[in-house]
């Protein structure tokens, strides 16, 4: 079983349950709430088909029957009663018991079946269906009538009957198979052979047989009885698949010593364990109770079950009791005293309230899950997961970034108790305190990150789907391959993401893989592939759409570029190729002659290139004339806090994120060369431009000592894939920054991508060093 | 094929499966002294079963095969629910 998948699934059952039942109490008070009937069958809906990714039979199994009861509510067909809903609370609450369970021990306990079979059966009953022949769970077996034994053979019920004379509990397990069982690959006999401890077993016709011509050989006729000697757990788990063809009772009366005469009004612990009705509703009741605390939606189901109970009884002497009971429970929102209610009502007729198990406990338990049990017990292990808003993490997140500013102030604070109070003391102290808040908040920055992080699998779960029915509507042959789909990245990001990869991805179908003919002829095999990547760099998450179709020509680009007027011919030509495929980012551009109904409106590319970069992400496509194209698009992995160089240009402070940076060096002057006008230097082996920052940000350059001879300052940057030296006064400090945008009438300036605050209080300018060089 | 079919007897070999069903029909309903021989038999679908119970067929050898074992008795004696002596050779067919 898939863990991820159940881990996934537990929590969302949960919540299917709740919602299931919030909108069954809805229905309960307004039958007609078309809204409210709509939203219990969705959750339900939604919790089968969920639950048949998983070896559940028997949690789908209730599950549906609530589902098919719910449909024929919804359409009308069947009018909601209290006491139906009643049964389908309590199939949830079965069905809530059967989450635990999963999730204590990754699968359903041995009774599970039989007491979903049950379930179903009572719901189904309400539509009319067959109530399914097994017994019901709480009952004590019955005694098989004497026809039932009539196929088997004398000598065979002779020992069987011997065995349960001396005190062992014989079972007669009669299976009628469904008469198409044939055709579903069912074979009866098969089946009944697979229970232990056969005594005998006996095969008879249920009808007469039909003769000559009309006898059809797939047409199950069959009655299959069998003597055995295993309990009926055994039995019940064995014949899962079959269990509501399948009738189990006991051979003869189980020896006095061990139960009395099954009567009615006095009940007690029959030998297999199971409780009797009451003491059965009175601790499931109780466990409700414990487990939900106090509900005011759920306290009045409880309070007719409790009061139709007292009825049956004949004990309405004490609805009276309930009733104040149940009004005190209102008054404190508590729900004490109805414990206390239903353990006076417990120790009069059942035994003490071991019951707090599920509702039935479980067969012994058999080698290898010893504790295995315990697990279920009533007040459950609180949940590991928790739903949190999503405002109530950007509030922390928002805090903890504010903290990692003011954080900043801190060393401000150590230069002037240096340099004003003159205490170097104080100074170091300050600085000694500060690497431990640093230290801190880089943790709880950490911590909150993680919160945040969803894996890419969540946007990339819906493209196979996706590039199926888009390639099967193409008539092309496409597969997908998804790599590092556990890459992590920030929640915003992950959901952003979902639109422009789905451009890519249909733009890459409609327009980048041929169809399958053009591709034989280029030699390439008829299936194409589009490859989905995701890895993380560094400070960034990669996502890449790679597909190995025609590719993108930069001559048609250019052409149609220009003629599209998207840029002129002079700039056209200036182009790279590389350039130039880049060109399908700008906005109006389209190379599709026709536009489908997929792409080619001109506008998806354009807004893939703005969500990235609103996202603070860029976007890159490089592509091979004839084997396919890539695009590329690189977002950073949280957006809260952002990572600065401080640089000392002009006088002035500016910042430069820390991911562009590759390294800080000293030149001296004569390592300084030019080519033409524009000055260079040589560093490992690479030619790299110098761009002075002053001259480009209109500064003037601070005038430098003549006695330091520590070379210029050079930040190596890696920016849009090219290095550059960035010719600076000075470096100062990295530090953590909250970027803010430029907003209102500095959006518009060019050259930086926002401002932050330093810890002295002035604004720190942010450069984008893109759009700069 | 399992079921091997002779002139008036079928021969069960192996697993016998339920898409014999319909031969094995046929070849009853064809000749009602046909005999049948389960003694290499490994296993006898549900279906087969009802074909041989239904055509009152007394299958002859006896396979000791665990999944035949317990419908031994119930095809030997098919039809007639029975006497015990019908019970009783069996130790002798074990041998």
Known sequence: MNDTLLARFIPEARELLQEAAAGLLTLERHPDDADAINAVFRAVHTLKGSSGLFEVPALTRLVHAGEDLLSAVRIGSFALRPDVVDQ??????????????????????????????????????????????????????????????????????????????????????????????????????????????????????????????????????????????????????????????????????????????????????????????????????????????????????????????LRSLGREARLPAWEAALAEAHRDADVAPLLAFLATLDAAHAPPPAPMAAPVPVAPPTAGEPAAAPHHDGARAPSRTLKVDQGKIDLLM???????????????????????????????????????????????????????????????????????????????????????????????????????????VRNSLDHGIEPPQARLAAGKPAMATVRLRAFQDTDSVVIEVSDDGRGIDPVAIRDIAVAKAVIGRDEADRLSDQEAVNLIYRPGFSTAAAVSDLSGRGVGMDVVLSTVQKLGGRVAVTSQLGSGTTTRLTLPLSMAVTRVMVVDIGGSLYGIPMDMVVQTVRLAPDAIRRIKHDEVCVLRDEVVPLVRMAQRLGVTAATRDGDDDRGEAVLVCRVADRTVGLVIDDFREGMDVILKPMNGILASVPGYCGTTLLGDGRVLLILDLQEML | MPIRYARRRAHF????????????????????????????????????????????????????????????????GAGAPSAPHDLAPEPECLS
């Open chain 2, 13 to 76: 070999e192996g697993r016998c499966t339920v898409e014999e069903a319909l031969d094995l029909t046929a070849f009853l309903a064809a000749d009602a002294d046909a005999k049948v021989s389960v003694g290499r038999c490994t296993g006898m679908h549900a279906a087969l079963v009802q074909v041989l119970l239904a055509h009152g067929v007394r299958v002859q050898g006896r396979s000791l095969a665990p999944d035949m074992i317990r419908l031994m008795p119930i095809l030997g």
């Open chain 1, 88 to 309: 389908l609370l309590d199939s949830f609450d079965q069905v809530g018991v059967f989450i635990e369970q999963l999730e204590a021990d990754g699968r359903l306990a041995a009774d599970a079946d039989r007491i979903a079979a049950r379930g179903a059966g009572l719901l189904r009953a309400h539509l009319g269906e067959a109530e399914p022949v097994a017994a019901t769970p709480d009952t004590p077996l019955e005694i098989a009538p004497a026809d039932w034994l009539a196929d088997i053979d004398a000598a065979s019920l002779a020992a069987a009957r011997a065995r349960a004379d001396a005190g062992e509990t014989m079972l007669v397990v009669r299976y009628e198979p469904d008469p198409g069982c044939f055709y579903t690959g069912t074979d009866p006999v098969a089946s009944i052979q697979t229970l232990p401890d056969i005594a005998a077993l006996a095969i008879a016709p249920r009808a007469p047989w039909a003769r000559g011509a009309d006898f059809d050989p797939y047409h199950c006729n069959l009655r299959l009885t069998a003597l055995t000697g295993a309990t009926r757990e055994t039995v019940e788990q064995v014949m899962t698949y079959e269990l509501d063809q399948v009738a189990i009772r006991l051979l003869s009366a189980p020896p006095p010593a061990v139960v009395s005469a099954p009567a009615p009004a006095a009940p007690a612990v029959p030998s297999d364990g199971t409780l009797p009705p009451v003491a059965h509703v009175l601790a499931t009741q109780s466990r409700i109770l414990g487990r939900i605390g106090y509900d005011p939606l759920r306290l009045p189901s409880t309070a007719t079950i409790i009061a139709n109970l």
């Open chain 1, 398 to 504: 928002t805090l903890i970034g504010e903290l990692v500013v003011s954080k900043n102030a801190l060393p401000f604070l150590a230069r002037r108790a240096e340099e004003v109070h003159g205490s170097r003391d104080m100074a170091r102290e300050i600085k000694e305190q500060y690497a431990i808040i640093d230290r801190l908040t880089q943790e709880m920055q950490g911590a909150i990150m993680q919160v945040r992080m969803l894996p890419v699998a969540e946007i990339f779960d819906r493209f196979p789907r996706l590039i199926r029915d888009i390639a099967r509507r193409l008539d092309k042959q496409v597969t997908l391959a998804v790599e590092g789909a556990d890459t992590a990245a920030d929640k915003t990001i992950v959901e952003a993401l979902g639109d422009p990869l789905l451009h890519i």
